[in-house]
């Protein structure tokens, strides 16, 4: 593997010590080359804003053929116009499993067979236990876990005739802290786990890896107008092992690895994005 286009300058806003705010880029982040991705199809649900759309800039930079959908138009718009012919959207909804379908079958049919599927797509709310209804219990099990499920279950006769493929499952370490106010998000990213290891079972005689990946507290645009204050970000330097704050940019880095050859042996493995932060030791 060969550095990436765009090497670029990194530096860490600190205070008091600690690394705050992550990392701010001079220009586009270094990253390895898998030469084998330029001749992919990649199909990314969520991938108009945050996360997701870092998972698209990084396929797309490697070369792959990339579609993408989502419910916000502008920015999923904007993106791909920004990135070019190769990169195609569709505005759909994953808690609407026929109009999923239907997308991945048309986005094959635009693009190539699809042979990496980044199920992304998700929605952190907070929620007190006492407030939470079937009708919301249910909405969350359908924007976090339904869709992983259904878009897997599309991907995977495209992907057996083209000989294999990868799919890649967006966990969070929230259920491994019994990160309290959000019960339904939790139990649906800790059901990802088991539905990772059951499909890499199921799926690994066809040539179909199926891996996770756990992010931690990542900085996006979403977590910062919601959430973020000094202290939240004091908090999460102060327990996690290393000392700055993690970006997009970390989670798809990890995806290119898992979407690649690189990755032939890994399948069934939940591999932590998080800065040690979920770690259980005591700090000193």
Request: proline share 3%; net charge neutral.
């Amino acid at each position: 593997m060969v550095a990436g286009r765009g090497a670029t300058l990194l530096h860490f806003r600190t205070t008091g010590g600690h690394a705050m705010g992550g990392l701010e880029e001079t220009s586009m982040l270094t990253r390895a080359r898998y030469p084998d991705l330029a001749s992919r199809t990649v199909f990314v649900s969520g991938g108009g804003s945050g996360i997701g759309a870092a998972l698209v800039r990084a396929f797309a930079d490697q070369g792959s053929r990339v579609a993408f959908v989502d419910i916000a138009d502008e920015p999923s718009q904007a993106l791909a116009r920004t990135l070019g012919e190769h990169v195609r959207y569709w505005r759909c909804d994953v808690r609407d499993i026929p109009a999923l379908r239907a997308t991945i079958a048309q986005a094959a049919a635009a693009l190539g067979p699809i042979g990496i599927l980044v199920n992304n797509a998700a929605r952190d709310d907070r929620h007190r236990l006492e407030d939470v209804t079937v009708e919301y219990w249910d909405e969350n099990l359908a924007v976090n876990l339904r869709h992983q499920l259904f878009a897997t279950q599309a991907v995977v006769p495209l992907m057996t005739e083209a000989g294999g493929g990868a799919v890649i499952m967006l966990g969070s370490i929230s259920w491994m802290r019994g990160r309290p106010a959000m019960v339904g998000y939790t139990s649906a990213k800790a059901a990802i786990h088991g539905m990772t290891r059951v499909l890499a079972r199921e799926l690994g005689g066809r040539r179909i890896r199926v891996n996770s990946i756990v992010p931690g507290a990542i900085e996006t645009a979403r977590q910062r107008a919601l959430w973020d204050t000094p202290d939240v970000e004091r908090e999460y330097l102060d327990q996690q092992c290393l000392k700055f704050r993690l970006s997009e940019d970390d989670v798809a880095r990890a995806a290119l690895f898992l979407a690649s050859d690189e990755a032939r042996a890994i399948t069934g493995h939940a591999l932590v994005v998080d800065g040690g932060l979920a770690q259980t030791s005591v700090v000193a």
